[in-house]
C-alpha cells in the first residue's frame, strides 16, 4: 500500500512513523516545501521545544468544535506521549508548571531524533517540493507539483498546518487541497500573538515589562481574565498574558466585535490596599515629587504616564495631590483600559486559528466524511491550543490517530 503525507511538521513525521511501525509493508512519501523537516518544531518554545504539557483537555483548545480533540487525547494522553519519546530516544524534562521540554533543552535534538526514525523505518523524504493539487482517479490520488507528478497513492494524509510564521514557508495550501474534495473550512486567524491598541500613551510606555491581570472584553462583556507578563510596545501590547489572551480577542476581532483589555498592574491588592500605599507614602514624603515616588512602585515611564492620565502636572509636589488625585491613579493602576484594534499577524504568531472544519473529519480516524482514503492532521484543523505546549500535542496525538487508521 502506497501512502503520501503532505507536510513534514509534527503532525505528519508523526502519522508515518505510527503507520509504518504497525505495517512495515507501507510505502509511505512525505511532502514538504522546506528544505527539512520539522521547521515549526525547531522555531517552538524559542528553540527549547515545549513539546507538550502534561495536563490537557478540551479545555486547552479553542475551535469551531473543541471536543473534537477528545478522542486523540484519550487515545494518546501525556503517557502515551512519553512512551512514544522514548522509542525514538527522546528523553524528557517535566517541569513544575506541566510544561514539557526535551530533556537536552534544544529543539535540534527532537527534530534530529525524528530524522533518524523516519530513516531506520525506510520513510521516504521528498523535501523542496511544493503540491499544488491533488487528483483522485478511481481508487487511487495523484499528486502534482509544479513540474512533476507523483501516482497512484492509496491514501492521502494532509498535515500541512496554516499560515502562522509565513518566514518558515508557513502557507494554506491544504486548505485548497482539501476544498478542491468539497471540504470547507472556518476562516484563518494568527493565534498565539501581540495585539495592536487604540491608546494614546503606548509609545510611551514602549519597553515597560511587569506581570498583570488582563480582563478581555467582548461587546463590553468579560469575557475571560489571565495573570502572566504584560510587555508594552510601539503598537500595543505583548508578553504571556496577551499571547494568550489573544486567542479570545482576535476571533472575536474576526466576528467584528468590539475588544477591549483591562490591565491591573497590581492583581495581588485590593483598591483599598493600593490607595492606602499610596496615601501613606505620599504623606511620608510629601516634599518629594510625586512621580519619583511612583517610581517606588512602577517603572518611570508608567509613573510619568500615570500623571498625565490624571492631567497633572510632571512636576507635581506630593503634598500637592488629593483624595481625588490618589483615587484616580489607583483606578488607573487597576483598571487601564484599551480597545483592540489588531493583530501583529501571522508573522509574529505562534499558531494559527481556524482551518478545515471537524464537523467534516472522523474524530477516531482523522480520515474525512466527504473523501474516501483522505485524512487531515494538525492545524490545517480548526483547532488551535492554548500556549504552553497544547498545539504540538494536539499535532502528536491528532497524527497518531491518523497514522493508525493510514496503516490499516
Known amino acids: 500500500m502506497k501512502i503520501a ?53 478540551d479545555k486547552n483548545y479553542i475551535g469551531e468544535n473543541p471536543s473534537f480533540v477528545n478522542q486523540a487525547l484519550k487515545e494518546f494522553d501525556f503517557k502515551a506521549f512519553e512512551n512514544f519519546c522514548k522509542s525514538i530516544g527522546l528523553l524528557l524534562d517535566i517541569k513544575e508548571n506541566c510544561k514539557v521540554y526535551p530533556l537536552s533543552n534544544e529543539a535540534k535534538s527532537v527534530v534530529s531524533l525524528l530524522e533518524n526514525s523516519l530513516e531506520t523505518l525506510k520513510i521516504n523524504l521528498i523535501l523542496e517540493t511544493k503540491i499544488i493539487n491533488i487528483e483522485k482517479q478511481e481508487e487511487k490520488f495523484i499528486l502534482n507539483s509544479e513540474d512533476k507528478k507523483f501516482k497512484f497513492y492509496d491514501k492521502v494524509l494532509i498535515s500541512s498546518g496554516l499560515m502562522a510564521a509565513p518566514q518558515l514557508n508557513a502557507t494554506e495550501d491544504g ?15 494568527p493565534s498565539l500573538v501581540g495585539l495592536h491598541t487604540e491608546f494614546k500613551y503606548k509609545e510611551k510606555l ?84 510625586a512621580v519619583t515616588l511612583l517610581t517606588g512602585i512602577v517603572s518611570k515611564k508608567l509613573a510619568k504616564v500615570l500623571l498625565e492620565i490624571a492631567n497633572l502636572p510632571s512636576d507635581i509636589l506630593a503634598k500637592e495631590l488629593n483624595s481625588k488625585h490618589i483615587r484616580t491613579l489607583v483606578n488607573t493602576l487597576t483598571n487601564l483600559r484599551m480597545k483592540v484594534i489588531d493583530t501583529q499577524g501571522f508573522k509574529h504568531a505562534e499558531a494559527s486559528g481556524g482551518g478545515i472544519r471537524t464537523a467534516e473529519v472522523d474524530n ?45
Not at 371 to 380: M, Q
Open 206 to 289: 514602549q519597553g515597560v515589562k511587569k506581570e498583570a491581570t488582563i480582563t478581555l472584553y467582548i461587546d463590553k462583556q468579560k469575557e475571560v481574565e489571565i495573570t502572566a507578563d504584560l510587555l508594552f510596545t510601539s503598537y500595543g501590547v505583548s508578553g504571556f498574558a496577551i499571547l494568550d489572551i489573544s486567542q479570545y480577542a482576535v476571533y472575536a476581532l474576526n466576528l467584528y466585535q468590539n475588544v477591549e483589555i483591562s490591565i491591573n498592574f497590581f492583581p495581588q491588592l485590593s483598591k483599598n490596599e493600593l490607595l492606602g500605599i499610596l496615601e501613606t507614602l505620599f504623606k511620608s514624603l510629601e516634599d518629594s515629587f
Open 364 to 408: 477516531k480516524t482523522y480520515e474525512s466524511k466527504l473523501c474516501k482514503n483522505l485524512y487531515f492532521a494538525g492545524e490545517v484543523l480548526d483547532i488551535v491550543g492554548n500556549r504552553g505546549g497544547f498545539n504540538l500535542h494536539f499535532a502528536w496525538a491528532s497524527g497518531y490517530l491518523a497514522g493508525k487508521a493510514l496503516s490499516k
Open 175 to 189: 486548505l485548497s487541497l482539501a476544498s478542491s474534495f468539497a471540504h470547507s473550512f472556518n476562516p484563518t486567524y
Open 5 to 57: 503525507i503532505i507536510g513534514a511538521g509534527a503532525a505528519g513525521v508523526m502519522a508515518a512513523i505510527t503507520a509504518k511501525r504497525l505495517n512495515k509493508n507501507l510505502q509511505i512519501d512525505i511532502f514538504d516545501i522546506n528544505k527539512s523537516i520539522g521547521k515549526k518544531i525547531l522555531a517552538s518554545g524559542n528553540g527549547r521545544c515545549n513539546i507538550s504539557n502534561t495536563q490537557i483537555s
